[in-house]
C-alpha cells in the first residue's frame, strides 16, 4: 500500500477526528515522510480523502507514480 492510500485510507475511516489526527501523525512520523502540510491542516483543508491525496503527492516527490495512483487517476477520470 502505497503512502497516499494509507493515508486516504485512515481519512476514510468512520472514526473521530482526533483519532484521525494522532494515527495521521504516527504514520509520518514512522515513514519519515518529506511531507510539509501536518496531518492537522490535511483534515482542516480536506475533509474528503481525494484532494488530500493529490495534495499528499505534490508535497511529497520520493512518492512515485505507481500502478495504485495509475488506478486511482483512472477512476477519478470516470
Given at each position: 500500500?502505497?503512502?497516499?492510500?494509507l493515508?486516504?485510507?485512515?481519512l476514510n475511516q468512520?472514526?473521530?477526528?482526533?483519532?484521525?489526527?494522532?494515527?495521521?501523525?504516527?504514520l509520518?512520523e514512522?515513514?519519515?515522510?518529506?511531507i510539509q502540510?501536518?496531518?492537522?491542516?490535511?483534515l482542516?483543508k480536506?475533509p474528503?480523502?481525494i484532494?488530500?491525496?493529490y495534495e499528499?503527492?505534490?508535497q511529497n516527490p520520493?512518492?512515485?507514480y505507481?500502478?495504485?495512483?495509475?488506478?486511482?487517476?483512472e477512476?477519478?477520470k470516470?
Amino acid at each position: 500500500m502505497s503512502i497516499p492510500i494509507l493515508y486516504c485510507y485512515i481519512l476514510n475511516q468512520s472514526i473521530p477526528k482526533s483519532i484521525k489526527i494522532a494515527a495521521l501523525e504516527i504514520l509520518r512520523e514512522k515513514l519519515k515522510c518529506l511531507i510539509q502540510t501536518t496531518p492537522k491542516e490535511i483534515l482542516m483543508k480536506f475533509p474528503h480523502p481525494i484532494p488530500a491525496m493529490y495534495e499528499i503527492y505534490a508535497q511529497n516527490p520520493t512518492i512515485l507514480y505507481d500502478d495504485e495512483w495509475k488506478k486511482f487517476d483512472e477512476n477519478s477520470k470516470k
